[in-house]
């Protein structure tokens, strides 16, 4: 099969709906959401595209997929094509298509959205990626590297560490990676809920580095059970990716009423532990019919979605903007609101209130109006006069992001950081000390799955370079 | 997988287990603990390392039985595994020479003084330690303490072995006497025991340094779920701790926030003990 409509063809498909469950259904289960393009809705979406020469949505992946190649191959009906382009420059496919922010990446700079609607491509990275999981015998063989006969440590399973294991193994170096927790994936295990991203979707992922010679070591913790000055001796290179640390704390009063989780807590109780997953789960969690969460990223959407399916009535966002100005995707803010959740915007929390025996009984709060812009191009919320009122609520949960973790970096004092307690990388993961490179959180705070991987990528590359001399 | 190469009862609930461990074994300090998950499915539980052997490549934990989920990390026999050990977390004891020091266990808290008691000694301190429990067979580690100590004291609340009464009996005793009074004192216990201590030695202005057990999740300062308010700032017990100044630390919102879980792990408890009990039946 060819890919050869016209232009004036392509423009006339209309974008593809992504089929999904129904809400009423979702919103009690953790059944994943989307249900993934057909055959033919991917066919008919990889013909939108127009296969143009400035190739726009590459420069706006930070893994930079060749995304043409893809979808052409695709269009094509050679899915085996398509998987060795995509696997070819994104280590985890299936998890990109589920959990990256298209539509202010590659979406965003295609030139179908001038006017009317973006190729999906996420959509389609799915589709390609999920088909190359069920069709194992079908794919290109991958050519075994020459082994180098160097070898990299790497510092934490999320998606930096796994992106950055991927490539190195590709290249031919002998990778370790250390895990702090007990299990695989890091925050796209612990932190992103299954409807979103089932776990069978890292499994698979975590396999394929397996099967590039790729070892994992889970149960050590950089900084305590191992250093990186041990690391430094025993590899001859390092990747620290080892994620987001300490939940930044409010700071209002109450803060420590029974009821009040961070959203790590809450999420690695869920999703880590099983918490309320099953009816005698180990791992105990609060239920209660009131949720307020606090926040407007990826991050409250997950706690707030997650409050919902484990039965709460009232399952609401707490945000001091409005809704133009939420850091979360589209489409979970969507989702969410299909879902039954309430979204109290331009409301900023003031105080946790609690009962005589220390529960959380409400959250009070101010509302808030938007003034001019702050240094992050967002207008900047201020306090109405006059205007506190309390939301009844059973459980609060703080998402409003995370600070440096200390642990590694309070044993290796020699790698620099910034006053925020991050560490000092340049633009390809070079640290302060020679060999050890990094990447993800550590570096950029709170970011996303895919500039953590971009950081891998790039980091792999450096590596591999750094390796030769 | 880490194996289990002894497990003995040291009393009612309370079992000492040594499991291979190389990599803790060598990097534990004392005052230093592990998160450990028995099998898939298993709650992640922090307990204190109360001793290692760096040569043998061992660690010793003291655990005491009573939730569901220690219970049954209590019963892997000698040979079986435990699939999840992680650590050594927390920070580690600051040990100096104080000159007299009183250490002060109660219950299981007992056994997390052993390492900070072996420690204290080792850096040259005058020990008085004193141990408490409800009644003699549950005070635990009397010998090995013993041994590290100039002066033993054993305190029971039913009088059926040394002092009748509390640890802050003998405790407070020592402060008034001007030729015993302590620099320092470690306290491990209750959280009940632990505040009298610190109401104790708050007025003679004793330092004084506890180590917490709040509720963990990883252990490792990403959930935030063992906040403790530490005089105006709330500190993670798994990163800034487990050790604080006993005369900063608000006793009461600890104690309150151990009981969040209180009725649902009543419930699995209920749960599991039919499930123990159909069993036994069959």
Known sequence: ????????????????????????????????????????????????????????????????????????????????????????????????????????????LCVRGKKGDAVAIGYLERYVADWAMLHPDRLLKEAKPEPTGKSVAVVGCGPAGLTAAGELARMGHQVTIFEALHDTGGVLRYGIPEFRLPKEIIDREVAVLAELGVTIECNVIIGKTLTVAELSEDYDAVFIANGAGLPTMLNIPGENLKGVYAANEFLTRVNLME???????????????????????????????????????RAMIIYRRGEAEMPA???????????????????????????????VSALRCQKMELGPADDSGRRRPQPVAGSEFD?????????????ANPLLTATAPDLKLNKWGNVVAD????????????????????????????????AAAAINEYLKR | MFEVVSNEILAENLHKMVLVAPRIA????????????????EERIPLTIGDADPAAGTITLFIQAIGA???????????????????????????????????????????????????????????????????????????????????????????????????????????????????????????????????????????????????????????????VQVGTET???????????????????LSDRLTSYRKEEAARHAAEGCKLAKEVAK
């Not at chain 1, 009844?392 to 995370?402: D, Q, S």
């Not at chain 1, 799955?449 to 990528?457: N, P």
């Not at chain 2, 500190?235 to 919102?253: I, N, R, S, T």
Request: proline share 6%; net charge negative.
């Open chain 1, 1 to 108: 099969m060819s890919n050869d409509l016209s232009p004036k063809e392509r423009m006339a498909i209309d974008r593809v709906h992504m089929p999904e469950l129904p809400a009423d259904e979702r919103s009690t289960n953790f059944e994943e959401v989307n249900l993934g393009l057909s055959a033919d809705q991917a066919l008919s979406e990889a013909q939108r595209c127009l296969q143009c020469k400035t190739r726009n949505c590459v420069a706006g992946c930070p893994v930079g997929v060749s995304i043409p190649e893809f979808i052409d191959a695709l269009a094509c009906d050679d899915l085996p094509k398509a998987a060795q382009i995509l696997r070819g420059d994104n280590a985890l496919p299936a998890v990109c298509g589920r959990v990256c922010p298209q539509e202010t990446q590659c979406e965003a």
């Open chain 1, 275 to 313: 918490a309320g997953r099953k009816e005698d789960s180990a791992t105990p969690i609060l239920q209660r019919d009131e949720v307020a969460v606090i926040g407007g990223g990826n991050t409250a959407m997950d706690c707030v979605r997650t409050a919902r399916r484990l039965g709460a009535k």
């Open chain 1, 329 to 359: 995707r589209i489409e979970e803010i969507k989702h969410a609101k299909e879902e039954g959740v309430e979204f109290v915007m331009l409301t900023a929390p003031i105080a946790i209130v609690g009962t005589e025996d220390g529960w």
């Open chain 1, 391 to 403: 939301i009844p609520a059973g459980i609060v949960i703080n998402a409003v992001g995370t600070n």
């Open chain 1, 427 to 458: 633009e390809e993961g070079q640290t302060s000390i020679p060999g050890v490179f990094a990447g993800g959180d550590i570096v950029r705070g709170g970011a996303t799955v895919i500039l953590a991987m971009g950081d891998g990528k790039r």
């Open chain 2, 26 to 41: 060598k990097a534990r300090k004392a005052g230093q603990f592990v998160m450990v998950r028995l099998a898939q499915g």
């Open chain 2, 69 to 227: 989920s220690t219970r049954k990390i209590v019963s892997t026999p000698v040979g079986g595994f435990i699939r999840d050990v992680a650590g050594p977390l927390g920070k580690e004891t600051h040990i100096t020479n104080w000159g007299r020091v009183a250490c002060v266990g109660g219950g299981v808290g007992t056994a997390v003084l052993f390492p900070l008691v072996k420690a204290l000694a080792e850096a040259g301190n005058e020990i008085t330690t004193i141990i408490g429990g409800r009644s003699e067979r549950y005070v635990i580690l009397a010998d090995e303490l013993g041994a590290l100590s100039k002066n033993l004291l054993i305190t029971t609340e039913d009088g059926s072995l040394g002092y009748k009464g509390f640890v802050t009996g003998p405790l407070s005793e020592m402060i008034a006497d001007p030729a015993r009074a302590p620099q320092a004192v470690f306290a491990v216990g209750p959280v009940p025991m632990m505040k009298a201590v610190a109401n104790l030695t708050r007025e003679p202005g004793i330092e004084t340094i506890v180590s917490l057990n709040p509720i963990m999740i990883d252990g490792t300062g990403m959930c935030g779920g063992c906040r």
């Open chain 2, 235 to 253: 500190k993670f017990a798994c990163v800034d701790g487990p050790e604080f100044d006993a005369h900063l630390v608000d006793f009461d919102g």
